[in-house]
Structure formats: C-alpha cells, structure tokens
C-alpha cells in the first residue's frame, strides 16, 4: 500500500511546476496555476510523509522525485514543446532503471 502511496505522492509533485508554469504562461489562468501548485505541494508532501513509514527515506525520496522529474519532462514535452532529444531521453531511460531497481531491491 506504501508503495501505492508513494507513487501518487510522484503523481502529485508533477503537478506543481506543472500549475508554476500554466501560471507563467497563460495570464487567464495565473492564480489557478498557482492554486494548483499550493495542492499539489502539500497532497504530495502528505502522501511522502504516509509512504515513509514503512520506506526508507533514501529510497522514498529518490522514487519520489525521479517520479517527478521524469512526469514533469514528459508534460513538458508533450504540452510545452520542450526538447526530446536523443540524450534527453536516455537520461530518462537511466532515471527510470533507478527507480525500478530502487523498487525491485528493496
């Protein structure tokens, strides 16, 4: 069930750059996008603090933002048009294997 939590956790801290940006770039939804990065901020830290009871914290916290860093350059690439370059995604392709092995030997 941690680890359920901790991938929702993941799920969530996309959603706060994620608002900072909708925020930056669209003047109708400046205050929502900030709205948005205020929830997801504190669901995410939430669902974090519940997935480490029973997670270490080393592996928790590197699940957690690999989640995050490689959902927040997937939305960018495919809503903000930002690079997809070859290293690009072999640096993602690594940070993925990190996360899967994280799991796998836990």
């Known amino acids: 069930m941690n680890w359920i939590l901790?991938?929702?956790?993941?799920?969530?801290?996309?959603?706060?750059?994620?608002?900072?940006k909708l925020s930056q770039t669209n003047a109708s939804f400046k205050v929502w996008g900030l709205i948005i990065s205020v929830i997801s901020m504190a669901v995410s830290g939430y669902l974090l603090w519940l997935a480490q009871k029973t997670i270490p914290i080393g592996t928790a916290y590197a699940?957690?933002?690999?989640?995050?860093?490689?959902?927040?350059?997937?939305?960018?690439?495919?809503?903000?048009n930002d690079s997809s370059s070859i290293w690009r995604m072999l640096?993602?392709?690594?940070?993925?294997?990190?996360?899967i092995g994280l799991k796998v030997f836990h």
Do not use: H
């Open 6 to 20: 901790l991938l929702l956790a993941g799920i969530f801290e996309i959603g706060w750059p994620l608002g900072l």
């Open 91 to 99: 640096s993602v392709f690594l940070i993925v294997t990190g996360i």
């Open 63 to 80: 699940v957690w933002t690999g989640i995050g860093a490689v959902g927040t350059l997937t939305v960018g690439i495919f809503l903000f």
